[in-house]
């Protein structure tokens, strides 16, 4: 889902193969799960599998970002392919919490009518999926020099342990007969979804509509320019996203009345200190000169006329 550079190089072709490796084996899990779910009757089984959809997706957007990150922006595109990703991101969520939806009524169907199931292909299917998702963590986790890649990880160690829930649900049928432990286990699998699924809807509509990142104040970060020597006042604060992982921020600056070349130096603290403590790297600046006042989008000295208007811009990217 973002877009920054996090390997080149060899670096690069090593991420896109584990990636690749990491996609056809979770998609040929997701039909074994499929299947083996239908023979056995185990709405469990049926319930990792759409579980394992979300991992798919999860590697897929991954895939996607590496591409998309060496994609150059253009006239057309000033800021490149950062959104692509969160578009499809909000798009899978979406599906993905009306997939949890469906599982969690057909498992509530089956605790009024239970099913048998058949224990031995539920447990052995999911023994191979607790290997094949573990082993495609290690090799994430072999990769993982961004936050992007790093989520991904996260994302499969998580699958592994639910994947394990369904073999220590097979182990209970087996010894209980209790049928019923197989559409509590979807519940619960259902329920680990939608609660993923909606953390993914709520970051990527905070992005698409240009809210404030998670974790960052807007009074804090005023406060921490303002700290800056030569920084009279900040106003007219804005910060946004620009994908998952880019944030951007303009303001006003009043500085006092210096020439351009000392403006410069503190340009570069407020650039130093944005970037090292809120990792804002895409700033646009606008310094205003001490005693003027904002009209109608222009600073202007009261006592002078409107010809005289005084703007010094600094831009930092």
């Known amino acids: 889902m973002h877009v920054h550079a996090a390997q080149a190089g060899t670096g690069a072709s090593r991420t896109t193969l584990v990636l690749r ?9 997701v039909v ?3 299947v083996a779910g239908l023979r056995a009757h185990s709405l469990a089984l049926l319930s990792e599998s759409g579980h394992n959809v979300s991992d798919f997706l999860a590697l897929l957007l991954s895939f996607v970002a590496v591409y998309f990150q060496s994609r150059p922006a253009d006239h057309t595109k000033t800021f490149g392919y950062q959104r692509a990703g969160v578009i499809a991101a909000f798009i899978n969520a979406a599906t993905l919490i009306a997939i949890s939806l469906l599982i969690a009524l057909e498992a509530l169907h089956r605790l009024s009518s239970p099913v048998t199931v058949e224990t031995k292909i539920m447990m052995i299917v999911a023994a191979a999926g607790v290997v094949m998702n573990g082993v495609i963590a290690a090799l994430l986790w072999s990769v993982a020099r961004d936050v992007n890649l790093r989520s991904a990880f996260l994302h499969m160690a998580g699958d592994t342990l639910s994947t394990a829930a369904v073999i ?8 209980t007969g209790q049928n019923w432990i197989d ?5 619960l699998i259902a329920a680990f979804i939608f609660w993923s699924s909606i953390g993914i809807v709520r970051e990527t509509l905070n992005i698409l ?3 404030t990142p998670r974790g960052v104040s807007p009074q804090q970060i005023r406060s921490v320019m303002e700290a800056v020597e030569g920084v009279v006042n900040v106003h007219d604060l804005h910060v946004w996203c620009l994908g998952s992982y880019t944030r951007a921020l303009s303001c006003h600056v009043t500085i006092a009345d210096i020439p351009p070349s000392e403006s410069v130096c503190i340009l570069a603290n407020l650039k130093d200190v944005l970037n090292g403590q809120f990792e804002i790297g895409h700033t646009t600046i606008q310094f205003e000169h001490i005693g003027c006042e904002p009209l109608e989008g222009c600073v202007a000295p009261p006592e002078e006329m409107a010809g005289r208007h005084v703007h010094r811009h600094g831009h930092a990217h």
């Not at 490796?21 to 899990?29: C, E, F, K, R, V």
């Not at 220590?168 to 010894?175: C, D, E, Q, S, V």
């Not at 559409?183 to 519940?187: A, E, H, I, M, Q």
């Open 21 to 29: 490796i990491s996609m056809a084996a979770t998609l040929a899990y």
């Open 183 to 187: 559409p509590v286990l979807s519940l």
């Open 168 to 175: 220590a649900g097979g182990i209970g049928i087996l010894l």
């Open 209 to 211: 509509l240009e809210g």
């Open 32 to 34: 074994v799960t499929f």
